[in-house]
């Protein structure tokens, strides 16, 4: 009635939470960044170290705090928020990226009722034995470790209980919260808040969804099955569903265990070229790539020589097109083509608002220019990517999401071969798959298949073309064709024209008000004040006021 919306009830305490959290910080950061803290003693500061410690903290590393003291929803968007560098300062970029997805485990959870409910089934008749001591705890979930009753070992993903509602709520109060904050602050809005909770949902609701865990499991394992380098988890499908995952328990040695692998006689920089290759093919042939491939995510099967990948939570999707596209940035990038590097960019970006062109060239040719003056062997793909992204976010240029995952991945990717050999150089991998690529693009295949495509384009058009002429002949003919002309800067222009023609009415009336009383004073028509007729002074009086009112108007308008 009010137009008062108040929040759902299942809201809140999510509500009372945020609220407490944003008091309690929002309250020293404005302490901290006020000449107000001077005046607080230091004998207090030196009794409380620990507000003393919050003061000198900056706005970014509390906006952090914020997040980790909020819980796992928040966790979960600050680290998805950390890829987004066209959205975000750099400073705050880099404090999202210290969010560390650790949970503590359930109290009393009962690992056996629990499966029973969700699957149906009666565990003593499925398992030997399961673990109800968790092996891992995350936000969304805890893994345990179980026997089943074959003898095969696995893991078993369990979601969190009541994980989808918490985070459903908080979705909704953030969003609520982006818009108040986009509607009533031009500072925040820059930061697009709306965009940045729309672009969380969608990556929470994509890792809430087990099903579409499994199913990118197994998609992934269709596109290796060929290849002897990897191996790929077996997944238990009717032990599983969409708050549960079962799948074979992977006895390796992770990348970062560098001293087992040793111990293994396992060739830790040999492991470092085939994982990045392992990479490489997921973007460059298949367009389906684990976006999260730090160290924890990736084993070494010693017994079978094979290199592991876990979690796939977190996929990355590049479409047929975006890959083309995609391809063409890499070689214009090996070409030094800035101009053609704008125009793909154009291209695959969601929205571009270059303020001026010039510029982005300019930054461009610098980075590029950079790279070239580098010997090979001592470029770092992270650190060209991350100047890369400072370019597009300085330019206003905001690209798909896929591509920032994959560049986030890229750069885990690279410091995992760092890691398991310091003489590694990612660009030695990509060289074969660029010359690889550029002899597929001038291939007679591809330009036959290419040349198809156009022909079968052309063939749609013009089948449609008479129907189209037709339907256009008809609008004319009955009065509906409707053509909509927007003439940009007019509302500028009546405005104008507006002013000025209000200025000449004023113009004519102080030039009749000023003859009027001329004529009256040359009358010598009374009655008078000091030998002065009072209505021609009166009347040359308001022609000088209006006068000296329309001198400033137009002063005003100038300095604007």
């Known amino acids: 009635m009010f137009g008062i919306k108040f929040p759902q009830k299942q809201n809140l305490k999510r509500y009372n939470a945020l609220f407490v959290v944003l ?77 560390q997805d650790h949970a503590p485990s359930l109290q009393n959870f009962d690992v056996e009722k629990v499966l029973s409910q969700e699957l149906d089934i009666d565990c003593s008749q499925h398992f030997l034995s399961i673990d109800p001591k968790p092996m891992a705890a995350a936000s969304l979930a805890q893994v345990h470790k179980a026997q089943l009753s074959n003898g095969d070992w696995v893991v078993l993903k369990i979601q969190r209980p009541n994980i989808a509602e918490v985070i459903a709520s908080d979705i909704s109060i953030m969003k609520e919260v982006a818009e108040a904050m986009e509607k009533y602050s031009s500072q925040v809005k820059a930061f697009q808040p709306v965009k940045l909770v729309e672009s969380f949902e969608k990556s929470i609701n994509e890792e809430l969804s087990f099903h579409r865990e499994m199913d990118n499991m197994e998609h992934f394992a269709k596109n290796f099955k060929d290849n002897e380098a990897i191996y790929v988890p077996h997944l238990y499908r009717e032990l599983s569903n969409d708050h549960i995952i079962c799948m074979e328990w992977i006895d390796g040695i992770k990348v970062s265990e560098l001293n087992k692998l040793k111990e293994s006689n396992i060739d830790s920089s040999a492991v470092a070229k085939v994982g990045v290759d392992l990479y490489l093919e997921q973007v460059l042939e298949h367009g389906f790539f684990h976006a999260d491939p730090h160290p924890g995510n990736l084993f070494v099967l010693p017994e079978i020589q094979k290199i592991c990948f876990i979690d796939f939570g977190m996929m990355g999707t590049i479409m047929p097109n975006d890959k083309e596209a995609l391809i063409e940035l890499l070689l214009s990038f090996l ?68 591509l920032y995952i994959l560049i986030r991945a890229l750069v885990i990717i690279e410091g995992v071969g760092l890691k398991l050999d310091p003489e590694f150089n990612i660009t030695d991998n990509l060289e074969p798959y660029m010359a690889k690529i550029t002899r597929k693009r001038f291939g007679l295949k591809r330009l036959f298949q290419k040349n198809l495509n156009r022909f079968q384009d052309y063939n749609a058009l013009l089948d449609k073309l008479p129907t189209d002429i037709n339907e256009i002949v008809d609008k004319i003919k009955d009065g509906k064709l409707v053509i909509v002309h927007e003439h940009k800067g007019l509302n500028e222009f009546r405005k104008s024209l507006k002013t000025a023609f209000n200025r000449l009415v004023y113009a004519v009336i102080i030039a009749a008000l000023s003859i009027g009383s001329a004529l009256l004073v040359m009358a010598d028509m009374p009655p008078k004040i000091s030998g002065i007729p009072v209505l021609g002074a009166i009347g040359f009086s308001l022609s000088a006021i209006i006068g000296l009112v329309i001198l400033i108007s137009i002063y005003r308008n100038k300095e604007e």
Do not use: C, W
């Open 23 to 99: 008091t309690k910080y929002g309250f020293e950061d404005v302490m901290a960044s006020s000449k107000a803290r001077k005046f607080i003693p230091k004998n207090y500061l030196l009794k409380h170290p620990d507000k003393a410690k919050k003061l000198s903290e900056s706005t970014f590393e509390r906006i952090r705090m914020v997040l980790e003291e909020l819980g796992p929803s928040y966790v979960k968007m600050g680290q998805i928020m950390s890829n987004r560098d066209d959205m975000l300062p750099p400073d705050l970029v880099k404090e999202l990226e210290k969010l």
């Open 335 to 402: 070409k030094k083509d800035v101009r053609k590097i704008i125009s793909v960019l154009k291209k695959i970006a969601l929205k571009t608002e270059i303020p001026d062109e010039k510029k982005l060239e300019y930054d461009l040719y610098e980075l590029i220019e950079g790279i070239s003056n580098t010997s090979i062997r001592n470029i770092k793909l992270g650190t060209t990517l991350k100047q890369f992204k400072n370019v597009l976010y300085e330019n206003k240029i905001t690209i798909p999401h896929y």
